[in-house]
């Protein structure tokens, strides 16, 4: 994975956690490194150290690109859904569209995963939480052949 293509997302997640920014949620989304002179789990125990006591990671064996899309479509396009809805009273702003929705997730996936191999996809649990982390957040863990590892980090807090 490049570091542009790590910064041309990353700023696609900033923008979208902005369009989702509202008066009672204020949202955090980002693709972050793993240092890469430790094991997966040494470098995920000191990234979140601060927060939690231990964590699961749950791989997700079948299917990772559909899992993926789901959580980027969920995530991305929540301003349609949460307590203060962005509302398309015209119906002619793209984002609305699922099909462009859908395009727009492709591309991003595209990006994601031809850019470097993907090895494997979990899903990070934080257990036995030390402190406040965020009202509600998703991280999966990015896995790739290249030995490099990413978070896909999204959160909101009120």
Request: glycine fraction near 2%.
């Amino acid at each position: 994975m490049t570091e542009y293509n790590i910064g041309y997302l990353n700023g696609i997640l900033n923008a979208f956690a902005h369009i989702n920014n509202g008066n009672y949620r204020s949202y955090d989304f980002a693709l972050k490194y793993l240092p890469n002179d430790k094991s997966l789990n040494d470098a995920l125990q000191d990234q979140f150290y601060d927060y939690s006591e231990d964590f699961d990671l749950n791989i997700i064996k079948e299917n990772d690109w559909n899992y993926l899309k789901e959580i980027l479509l969920n995530q991305l396009f929540d301003y349609q859904y949460n307590h203060n809805p962005i509302l398309d009273s015209s119906k002619s702003y793209s984002l609305f569209d699922k099909s462009f929705q859908e395009d727009f997730v492709l591309d991003f996936l595209n990006t994601l995963y031809y850019s470097s191999d993907v090895k494997n996809i979990y899903k990070l649990e934080l257990k036995n939480l030390k402190k406040h982390y965020a009202v509600s957040s998703l991280d999966i863990v990015i896995e790739m052949e290249n030995e490099t590892n990413l978070i896909l980090h999204f959160s909101y807090s009120d």
